[in-house]
Nanobody, 127 residues
């Protein structure tokens, strides 16, 4: 069992930066692929970024590539999402998730590959 708690959301202006954190409970954090997903009002949840267990592989949605960076610190049981050059369309509730995709390279974006989810943190970007 893994419990995930996100933090770091807030209200910012377009062009600003935010860093989200996701703290995980348990001693098996390094066993999980970690992902960030977001859900904007009236829209379906979508993939944002994922990172492999060791941190050596990262994946991004096209919409955030070059602006967002996912990282993890297995010693601190924490995964981060550094968000730069934020846009109003980045406004959403951001949730982290932990899972063990069998074929990471082809399934990192699939929500059903993740077993544990946090409650989410709101990010609002004003224009």
């Amino acid at each position: 069992q893994v419990q995930l708690v996100e933090s770091g959301g807030g209200l910012v202006q377009a062009g600003d930066s935010l860093r989200l954190s996701c703290a995980a409970s348990g001693r098996t954090f390094s066993s999980y692929t970690m992902g960030w997903f977001r859900q904007a009002p009236g829209k379906e949840r979508e993939f944002v970024a994922a990172i492999s267990r060791s941190g050596g592989l990262t994946y991004y949605a096209d919409s955030v590539k070059g602006r967002f960076t996912i990282s993890r610190d297995n010693a601190k049981n924490t995964v981060y999402l550094q968000m730069n050059s934020l846009k109003p369309e980045d406004t959403a509730v951001y949730s982290c998730a932990a899972g063990t995709p069998k074929y990471l390279g082809s399934s990192y974006y699939r929500m059903n590959e993740y077993d544990y989810w946090g409650q989410g943190t709101q990010v609002t970007v004003s224009s």
